[in-house]
């Protein structure tokens, strides 16, 4: 898209995706001057293709479908730096969150899969064991990644030393746990939450 | 508790998965701090995952219906709920935050807990529990073994400040509250540049190289400032910084710098020879309790992947 020119009329303009974004994140797109104290302060904008201003930017003239193809919301860190220090009260780390949900309900179109991965398995541990197991974590995370050798020396020396468990530990909530689950897609189902 | 010796204050806890795991140091020197200091300390029984980042990430309302049920899991221990995670603290203290001002918000995590939320009770960090509620003067004055001579970089990381209105910990770009700790041990904290900056978080299971960059840049700038060591409230930033170290040490960033370009991989500016060092990585309560004289075998040294007691034994800590 770089030295492309974007044409706005109402065909390439998502103003609906806006709208939602707004409402799960909280806070409005529309306070951003573009001062760009966010990307300045991000750690991450190396390996962005839309810095987080851009990325607002973007959001203002209803491109949220340039924003979704791209790895920048998989690449943001949730530090919080944008949010501390936005003059103008726009919560970027939300409107991150935000995006990354309605990326992973319309099952991710972006191309960053391994930060979604791992976003999966982690979720799927909890519901799972309830606890985080590390060594789950790390193992499938390597055969579903297809990086059967990744980290593959840290292992040894993890669990030698304790910081890695053989077996999940045990949790009675477990039930519990799966109850908040199901009643959280239920609620999505009947439309009470989004 | 030991019968017929009350304790100053009781804390509930909240350790996490990380230090039942990666971070067992930081549990251990977490207890033994505060026996030594006679503070109670009683986990809240069958906590789960807060759900961390990844839970907020990609779904805010699992992440708050999540941490709601372990606040309410909280109330059945007395006393403050004392967190050691910066993650697990953050998210408990941002599920307080929003359910106190979003109405919706709190009707849709007491749909999904079946249950009232409870947001009475004050969560704490245990930097906030040592420099506050016990205060630095009793800490001082509680050191029997102080850190002299020692050069320590406090580094904070994202979450324990970050966004201002949630942890209310310390100021969010100058915070102090770790140095204070640190001259109340009789450490010398140094002043250097990287100690806000993100070390890349979770990134360290999905993409590796990004953790490698964001914390060989912090371990440059601790080793540019003459730091003996860091100091970490956080076990995903002493994952970071202490298992990765090795890999940054030998093969440096997957780009290098354009100083490592010019000067080779491990020109590190400041240092005598421009060579790294080993960098040992400290948890806040390992050396609290090092300075309280609890035995060094009860810090959990033995488990991090720098040895830190080459620099303990050089300084005369050990």
């Known amino acids: 898209m770089k030295n492309k020119l974007m044409h706005l009329s109402n065909e390439t303009m998502n103003v609906g995706f806006v709208k939602k974004v707004e409402a799960l994140s909280g806070t409005s797109v529309r306070r951003c001057f573009q001062c760009g104290k966010c990307s300045a302060g991000c750690p991450m904008t190396g390996f962005m293709e839309h810095p987080p201003n851009r990325v607002v930017r973007l959001l203002q003239l209803g491109q949220g479908a340039r924003v979704l193809a791209g790895r920048s919301i998989w690449y943001c860190a949730s530090c919080e730096t944008c949010t501390t220090r936005c003059p103008n009260k726009v919560n970027l780390a939300a409107i991150m969150d935000a995006l990354r949900k309605l990326s992973w309900d319309a099952d991710g179109p972006s191309k960053e899969s391994y930060v979604q991965l791992a976003n999966r398995l982690f979720i799927e541990n909890i519901r799972t064991y309830g606890r985080q197991y590390e060594l789950r974590l790390g193992a499938a995370f390597n055969m579903k990644s297809g990086q059967f050798l990744k980290d593959l020396m840290l292992g040894p020396k993890l669990l030698s030393r304790g910081k890695m468990k053989l077996f999940h530990q045990k949790n009675k909530n477990l039930p519990e746990i799966e109850a908040i689950f199901n009643r959280i897609e239920e609620m999505r189902k009947k439309g009470e939450a989004l | ?318």
């Open chain 2, 1 to 318: 508790m030991t019968p017929g010796k009350k304790n100053l204050l009781t804390y509930s806890y909240y350790p996490g998965c990380s230090l039942h795991a990666s971070g067992r140091e930081y549990d251990i020197s977490t207890q033994a701090l505060f026996k030594a200091l006679n503070l109670g300390l009683k986990e809240v029984p069958d906590w789960f995952c807060c759900g961390a980042t990844p839970a907020h990430n990609v779904d805010e309302l699992l992440s708050l219906s999540l941490c709601a049920k372990n606040l309410s899991l909280a109330d059945q221990v007395e006393g403050d709920l004392a967190v050691a995670c910066a993650a697990c603290f953050s998210r408990l203290k941002t599920t307080q935050h929003h359910l106190k001002e979003d109405d919706t918000k709190r009707h849709q995590v007491e749909t999904a807990i079946a249950g009232p939320a409870s947001l009475g009770k004050p969560v704490k960090h245990i930097l906030e529990i040592l420099a506050r509620d016990f205060g630095l003067a009793r800490l001082e004055e509680s050191v029997k073994k102080p850190l002299l001579g020692l050069k320590v970089a406090a580094y904070y990381g994202c979450l324990l400040t970050r966004p201002p209105e949630v942890p209310e910990l310390d100021d969010c770009e100058d915070p102090s509250i770790m140095e204070d700790i640190l001259r109340a041990l009789g450490a010398e904290p140094v002043k250097w540049s990287h100690r806000m900056e993100c070390c890349g978080a979770n990134f360290t299971l999905s993409r590796p190289g990004v953790v490698l960059k964001l914390s060989n840049a912090i371990l440059t700038s601790a080793q540019e400032a003459k730091a003996d060591c860091i100091m970490v409230a956080c076990p995903l930033c002493h994952g970071n910084l202490d298992i990765r170290q090795e890999s940054i040490n030998k093969y440096g960033t997957p780009e290098g710098s354009l100083m490592g370009n010019i000067f080779g991989s491990d020109y590190i500016p400041g240092s005598e020879d421009g060579a790294r060092r080993e960098m040992p990585i400290f948890y806040v309560t390992q050396l609290a309790a090092l300075a309280m004289g609890v035995p060094t075998d009860k810090l959990g040294l033995e488990s991090v992947i720098v040895d830190p007691r080459p620099l303990l034994y050089e300084k005369n800590l050990l």
